[in-house]
T-cell receptor
């Protein structure tokens, strides 16, 4: 089966750094995606990890530990526009479809 | 521009009625997916298709049906058997043949019951 957990809500201050954690328990794990979703809009792709370690893309970085079933998304120099939900999703080797967590709603405050 | 187009943006269903949500992509992607999102929740997989004329059930397929007669089109029918259809429906596509390909999403269809 598949189970993905991430915090429901987080609050951070503009200009700060925030880390959003995601733990997963899934059979046939292939890799982990992070998506950003603003309210009422479609998710947009942020990052993908298949190997252990850190992937950096500008202000956003994502980390994966396959042995621990753990990932995090790191957002630096937070901006007000970063207020959104962040979805963690695991890819499976079998069906090549994603299983999503419930999402973490991030509120950036001035 | 290449992308995924979902229509309509808003849809209302009467009791006992089937409705069909459209999803078209011009990205030349092999794989297409349908997800359902309820308020404050993540996405749940309804159906997916890796190639034309083939599709598989996802985690919540009951009350839904799909077809994949053309590579660029993957319509979803919400049947009268789906007793709680009110949700945000998202269609996505990806290269499919290779792993590790990100899914790209359409803008979604909001379905409500009259």
């Amino acid at each position: 089966g598949q189970n993905i957990d991430q915090p429901t809500e987080m609050t951070a201050t503009e200009g700060a750094i925030v880390q959003i954690n995601c733990t997963y328990q899934t059979s046939g794990f292939n890799g982990l995606f992070w998506y950003q979703q603003h309210a009422g809009e479609a998710p947009t792709f942020l990052s993908y990890n298949v190997l252990d370690g850190l992937e950096e893309k500008g202000r956003f970085s994502s980390f994966l530990s396959r042995s621990k079933g753990y990932s995090y998304l790191l957002l630096k120099e937070l901006q007000m526009k970063d207020s959104a939900s962040y979805l963690c999703a695991a890819e499976h080797t079998g069906r090549r479809a994603l299983t999503f967590g419930s999402g973490t709603r991030l509120q950036v405050q001035p | 521009d290449g992308g995924i187009t979902q229509s309509p943006k808003y849809l209302f269903r009467k009791e006992g009625q089937n409705v069909t949500l459209s999803c078209e992509q011009n990205l030349n992607h092999d794989a297409m997916y349908w997800y359902r999102q309820d308020p404050g929740q993540g996405l749940r997989l309804i159906y997916y298709s890796q190639i034309v004329n083939d599709f598989q059930k996802g985690d919540i397929a009951e009350g839904y049906s799909v077809s994949r007669e053309k590579k660029e089109s993957f319509p979803l029918t919400v049947t009268s058997a789906q007793k709680n259809p009110t949700a945000f429906y998202l269609c996505a596509s990806s290269m499919g043949r290779q792993i590790n390909q990100p899914q790209h999403f359409g803008d979604g269809t909001r379905l409500s019951i009259l």
